[in-house]
């Protein structure tokens, strides 16, 4: 009986590891190469400029916040229209 709980013990927590390795999420696929780096970078500036103007600036700057704003997000559409018109290198 003693020797019965340690064996039974061993064999739940074999269990228990492969329960988990059948449960864990596949592996990512590695990620694939940008083919335009400068646009791309361009668009996380500009992702970034959104952000801080939205959330870090209190103040509406007598209406060219909104101004701003809205010039960034036509830039963003127009550098992704960019990224699908050129296509790949």
């Given at each position: 009986m003693v020797r019965a709980l340690p064996q039974f013990l061993a064999g739940a927590l074999c269990a228990a590891v492969l329960a988990g390795c059948a449960m864990a999420p596949p592996p990512m696929a590695p990620?694939?190469?940008n083919?335009?780096?400068a646009i791309a970078a361009?668009?996380?500036h500009i992702g970034r400029a959104i952000y801080i103007l939205k959330y870090r600036t209190g103040h509406d700057f007598a209406g060219h916040k909104a101004a701003a704003l809205r010039f960034?997000?036509?830039a963003n559409r127009q550098l992704h229209e960019a990224m699908i018109d050129a296509g790949p290198p």
């Open positions: 990620p694939v190469a083919p335009h780096p361009a668009q996380a960034l997000q036509g």
